[in-house]
């Protein structure tokens, strides 16, 4: 089996890597389509110093995004939010409360705004109290309750 080379992506490569990171590659696949494409160099010391930098740099902004996230949870979870919605007989709303009314009442009620699209909301057809998830980063989920009243 031949020796496997070390490589340093320039771009994103599909099922081998990111940009930056260092990967082990066949030297056929390395010869012939990666160092030729321009998808990776060949490592040597100033390189790898330079992937190091990368990935501190990289770690320090995803720290930093955490730490939004943290802020944003507080300022998040202590608000009341409520949603005024037309009502039937037996208190059950006309159609349901959607991600995107939550997002604007978030954003009226703490001048947060939040991505519709994190936004997790049990199913509602009725008056009542609901509990929100919204996932602001990989490891902060706030929770927010949900007031549904009538119109």
């Not at 944003?72 to 949603?83: N, T």
């Not at 509990?131 to 949900?146: Q, R, S, Y």
Request: hydrophobic share 40%; net charge positive.
């Amino acid at each position: 089996m031949a020796k496997r080379i070390q490589l340093v992506l320039n771009k994103d490569v599909s099922k081998l890597g990111k940009m930056g990171d260092l990967v082990e590659v066949a030297p056929g696949y390395a010869r012939n389509y990666l160092l030729p494409q321009g998808l990776a160099v060949r490592t040597n010391p100033g390189v790898l110093k330079q992937v190091e930098r990368r990935r501190e740099l990289e770690r320090q902004r995803l720290a930093e995004l955490k730490q939004q996230a943290d802020v944003m949870k507080k300022a998040i979870e202590g608000a009341k939010i409520s949603i005024a919605k037309q009502v039937g007989e037996k208190e059950a709303i006309f159609g349901t409360v959607t991600t995107q009314e939550v997002a604007d009442a978030i954003l009226a009620a703490t001048n947060q705004e939040v991505d519709r699209r994190t936004i997790t909301l049990p199913e509602v057809h009725g008056l009542g109290t609901y509990k929100a998830e919204i996932k602001l980063h990989p490891e902060v989920v706030a929770t927010v309750e949900v007031e549904v009243v009538a119109a």
